[in-house]
């Protein structure tokens, strides 16, 4: 375990500076179909336009990439701003100015890119790492996933561009017929001709508009069933627009494997910056404290090469947690998000297999060598503002439930938002009687599931342990050193004690005194629990926790949502 819990940073500077790369992406394909001129087709031919189809896929595959791999996202940009007054020529786009506003791009990916961390860590001694017998082979599935990527897309790529020249020569050889426009059809996207034989026939176009009735126009004929406008040739080259991304993706994914391999390589070749740290070696992943002012200290995770753990915890078999106990150790590198650092614990050097991903600044109590407010068996130390008056007492049963009035207001909606859904899908195909079943069914299931994962579960809790009621059955966990209680980021409570491992929901919305906590008090409450058993050694068997019986107010839901069903359906 981590000794506290933080949010991902990010594997690079500022990661939400990508954000910029992709909004200006964004701002010059708006700029650009919005701003060119719309010609119609029957004034200049839609001839096909592969070149300036990979151009503004090359646009939306720097703005993928800078996500990947930043410089080479950079090329990418590169390559856009050549790619587009070349395009301009070569397939006549009508760009004019905007064919530079690919500049732009480039300006930003090369400003995202040099991106550093403004804050050095001062460390007066440099010296290179001891190099380990063999490296990890990191960046693997990268690499793997942007070869299938890059192959994929070439492929695709190819396959397209053949049918398009295959088509090319078949519009070469067809009769040109001139045919008669007779009325627009399917929401003006195409239009009816008729031929000097009378024969009709219906042609898809990209505007019905441009083509109004009685107008003559040339049409593209053969016996293999070709019906063409000749001024809107077939162009299948469109498809460059989403596979020249995925292109772009698996070079961002390429680049990126061999930019980690790369920096794991210099950090063993390069003297680099010491620091005395303490860590908790958990075998695969060694958390590391390092000491900065007085009060606090950087906390982040190094993933290793797996060795079996000196320190922290005992056999993984044993039913006693050790006390958390971190030791002194040697990092080498700046610990920075992305960065790679590898850490020497009791003279061995431990291999990194990925930069390092979270840094966060913690309060730091430097007797103890462990964050505060952490107990000595790595769990938080429970705050007394979030632990309720009533919950100080663990002797006596408590319980919580997370039921609240947004719950309910919650049922409500739910079921109403199904039986819609479901109704409107058996629309057409069902009789009046048929729907009105379906109605109140689908009201009832609604409100069934609402009961079981909204309204129902709840949790009883002494120094005995707890029992959970979750939305299919009741799960019972007796207090043990091992138990572990974290709040998620969905708002739960999350119990895990070896392999068993269950959640409780909080309350949403404000809580109601008494019955009720938000996350934060319910996990105070559960951890003095805890400490409490474990101290006094009064550990137990956990409280009962009957089922509930659904409450009037569910059945009041279902019949209002049922009889607005089936008076609807005898409406219509």
Same mark, same amino acid.
């Given at each position: 375990?981590?000794?506290?819990?933080?949010?991902?940073?990010?594997?690079? @500077?500022?990661?939400?500076?990508?954000?910029?790369?992709?909004?200006?992406?964004?701002?010059?394909?708006?700029?650009?179909?919005?701003?060119v001129p719309d010609v119609p087709c029957t004034a200049d031919r839609c001839?096909?336009?592969?070149?300036?189809?990979?151009?503004?896929?090359?646009?939306?595959?720097?703005?993928?990439?800078?996500?990947?791999?930043?410089?080479?996202?950079?090329?990418?940009?590169?390559?856009?701003?050549?790619?587009?007054?070349?395009?301009?020529?070569?397939?006549?786009?009508?760009?004019?100015?905007?064919?530079?506003?690919?500049?732009?791009?480039?300006?930003?990916?090369?400003?995202?890119?040099?991106?550093?961390?403004?804050?050095?860590?001062?460390?007066?001694?440099?010296?290179?790492?001891?190099?380990?017998?063999?490296?990890?082979a990191v960046g693997t599935l990268s690499g793997i996933a942007g070869a299938?990527?890059?192959?994929?897309?070439?492929?695709?790529?190819?396959?397209?561009?053949?049918?398009?020249?295959?088509?090319?020569?078949?519009?070469?050889?067809?009769?040109?017929?001139?045919?008669?426009?007779?009325?627009?059809?399917?929401?003006?996207?195409?239009?009816?001709?008729?031929?000097?034989?009378?024969?009709?026939?219906?042609?898809?176009?990209?505007?019905a508009s441009d083509y109004p009735v009685g107008l003559r126009v040339e049409?593209?004929?053969?016996?293999?069933?070709?019906?063409?406008?000749?001024?809107?040739?077939?162009?299948?080259?469109?498809?460059?627009?989403?596979?020249?991304?995925?292109?772009?993706?698996?070079?961002?994914?390429?680049?990126?494997?061999?930019?980690?391999?790369?920096?794991?390589?210099?950090?063993?070749?390069?003297?680099?910056?010491?620091?005395?740290?303490?860590?908790?070696?958990?075998?695969?992943?060694?958390?590391?404290?390092?000491?900065?002012?007085?009060?606090?200290?950087?906390?982040?995770?190094?993933?290793?090469?797996?060795?079996?753990?000196?320190?922290?915890?005992?056999?993984?078999?044993?039913?006693?947690?050790?006390?958390?106990?971190?030791?002194?150790?040697?990092?080498?590198?700046?610990?920075?998000?992305?960065?790679?650092?590898?850490?020497?614990?009791?003279?061995?050097?431990?291999?990194?297999?990925?930069?390092?991903?979270?840094?966060?600044?913690?309060?730091?109590?430097?007797?103890?060598?462990?964050?505060?407010?952490?107990?000595?068996?790595?769990?938080?130390?429970?705050? @007394?503002?979030?632990?309720?008056?009533?919950?100080?007492?663990?002797?006596?049963?408590?319980?919580?439930?997370?039921?609240?009035?947004?719950?309910?207001?919650?049922?409500?909606?739910?079921?109403?938002?199904?039986?819609?859904?479901?109704?409107?899908?058996?629309?057409?195909?069902?009789?009046?009687?048929?729907?009105?079943?379906?109605?109140?069914?689908?009201?009832?299931?609604?409100?069934?599931?609402?009961?079981?994962?909204?309204?129902?579960?709840?949790?009883?809790?002494?120094?005995?342990?707890?029992?959970?009621?979750?939305?299919?059955?009741?799960?019972?966990?007796?207090?043990?050193?091992?138990?572990?209680?974290?709040?998620?980021?969905?708002?739960?409570?999350?119990?895990?004690?070896?392999?068993?491992?269950?959640?409780?929901?909080?309350?949403?919305?404000?809580?109601?005194?008494?019955?009720?906590?938000?996350?934060?008090?319910?996990?105070?409450?559960?951890?003095?629990?805890?400490?409490?058993?474990?101290?006094?050694?009064?550990?137990?068997? @956990?409280?009962?926790?009957?089922?509930?019986?659904?409450?009037?107010?569910?059945?009041?839901?279902?019949?209002?949502?049922?009889?607005?069903?089936?008076?609807?359906?005898?409406?219509?």
């Open positions: 375990m981590t000794l506290v819990s933080g949010m991902i940073t990010g594997m690079r @500077p500022y990661p939400r500076a990508d954000h910029l790369v992709a909004g200006t992406a964004a701002t010059v394909l708006l700029l650009t179909v919005f701003t001839d096909p336009e592969p070149v300036m189809s990979i151009a503004v896929g090359v646009l939306a595959a720097t703005a993928v990439m800078s996500y990947l791999h930043r410089w080479a996202a950079v090329g990418a940009a590169v390559v856009c701003a050549v790619l587009w007054p070349i395009a301009d020529r070569v397939d006549d786009s009508q760009l004019g100015w905007r064919a530079l506003l690919p500049l732009a791009l480039v300006v930003a990916a090369v400003g995202v890119a040099r991106l550093r961390w403004q804050e050095p860590l001062a460390s007066a001694v440099r010296r290179q790492p001891p190099a380990p017998h063999r490296l990890p299938l990527l890059v192959a994929a897309g070439l492929a695709a790529m190819g396959l397209t561009l053949w049918r398009q020249n295959q088509v090319d020569a078949q519009q070469a050889a067809a009769d040109r017929l001139t045919a008669e426009v007779l009325e627009h059809v399917d929401d003006a996207d195409a239009v009816r001709l008729r031929l000097a034989d009378g024969t009709e026939f219906v042609a898809e176009v990209l505007s049409v593209l004929m053969d016996d293999a069933g070709l019906r063409q406008l000749s001024t809107e040739p077939y162009d299948i080259t469109v498809l460059f627009l989403p596979l020249v991304p995925v292109v772009g993706g698996g070079v961002g994914l390429l680049a990126q494997a061999y930019g980690r391999r790369r920096m794991l390589r210099r950090l063993f070749a390069e003297p680099q910056a010491v620091h005395a740290v303490r860590v908790l070696d958990h075998g695969d992943e060694i958390a590391v404290l390092l000491p900065g002012p007085p009060g606090s200290a950087r906390q982040f995770n190094v993933v290793v090469v797996h060795e079996r753990p000196p320190h922290g915890l005992d056999d993984e078999d044993s039913d006693v947690r050790a006390r958390v106990h971190t030791v002194p150790a040697t990092l080498f590198g700046d610990p920075h998000a992305g960065r790679w650092c590898a850490v020497e614990v009791d003279g061995r050097v431990r291999v990194p297999t990925r930069p390092v991903a979270e840094v966060e600044t913690v309060p730091y109590d430097s007797g103890r060598g462990l964050p505060a407010g952490i107990e000595d068996d790595g769990e938080p130390a429970v705050d @007394p503002a979030d632990l309720l008056p009533d919950d100080q007492d663990p002797s006596t049963v408590r319980e919580h439930r997370a039921a609240s009035l947004r719950s309910w207001a919650g049922t409500a909606v739910q079921a109403a938002a199904i039986v819609t859904v479901t109704m409107a899908a058996a629309a057409g195909t069902a009789p009046a009687m048929a729907l009105a079943v379906l109605g109140v069914v689908s009201a009832g299931v609604a409100c069934e599931l609402a009961w079981r994962y909204y309204l129902r579960p709840r949790a009883c809790w002494s120094v005995g342990g707890v029992s959970v009621l979750t939305p299919w059955g009741c799960r019972r966990m007796a207090w043990t050193p091992g138990t572990a209680i974290e709040i998620t980021e969905d708002g739960e409570v999350l119990l895990t004690d070896g392999e068993i491992t269950f959640a409780v929901p909080a309350a949403g919305g404000r809580p109601a005194a008494g019955v009720a906590r938000s996350p934060r008090q319910l996990a105070a409450a559960l951890r003095h629990a805890r400490r409490v058993a474990l101290d006094t050694g009064r550990v137990g068997p @956990p409280p009962g926790l009957p089922a509930p019986r659904r409450p009037w107010p569910l059945y009041l839901i279902w019949v209002a949502v049922s009889a607005t069903a089936v008076a609807f359906t005898w409406l219509a």
